[in-house]
């Protein structure tokens, strides 16, 4: 899948009281860019649970921060490459203001029933979009 971008604004109820945005909102606007990376690519989140009965749940995360996000800042979120194994998925996220790299996400996805948690394959549907 082509990698995906998304552009969001920093919000003053992103930041701290010195206008920098806070850690954890790099977490939401990476799920927001992963959300609409899926949706652009024909396989909405909302298809998997109702059609499926699968969720991707976060199974692992690491961030590193380059420099702030400021209050007012634009913040590209560009989502991909997917990389693709039996039951999770890893994917990777760059934040960008300006052209300049601020910081980068690398989660890893793992599928997994809805009624039980219990890790389950990767539909062929979403194998293909992603891949």
């Known amino acids: 899948m082509t990698p995906y971008s998304l552009t969001l ?3 003053f109820e992103d930041t701290d009281a010195g206008g920098i ?21 024909g396989v909405p989140h909302s298809e998997l649970v109702t059609d499926y009965g699968l969720i991707f749940v976060v199974h692992r995360v690491e961030m590193d921060y380059l420099r702030p996000a400021r209050l007012d800042d634009m913040i590209t979120v560009v989502t991909g490459p997917w990389a693709l194994r039996a039951a999770a998925v ?3 996220q ?8 601020i910081g980068r996400l690398r989660l ?6 809805r009624s039980d ?3 389950a394959r990767i539909p062929d549907r979403w194998r293909d979009a992603l891949g």
Not at 94 to 101: L, P, R, S, T, Y
Not at 108 to 113: D, E, F, G, H, M
């Open 94 to 101: 760059a934040f960008m203001v300006d052209g300049q790299e």
């Open 9 to 11: 604004r920093v919000y």
């Open 117 to 119: 948690g219990r890790p």
């Open 21 to 41: 945005m806070y850690h954890a909102r790099y977490l939401a606007f990476g799920e927001r860019g992963r959300t609409e990376a899926l949706r652009q690519a």
């Open 108 to 113: 890893v996805l793992a599928c997994v029933r």
């Open 90 to 92: 890893e994917v990777r």
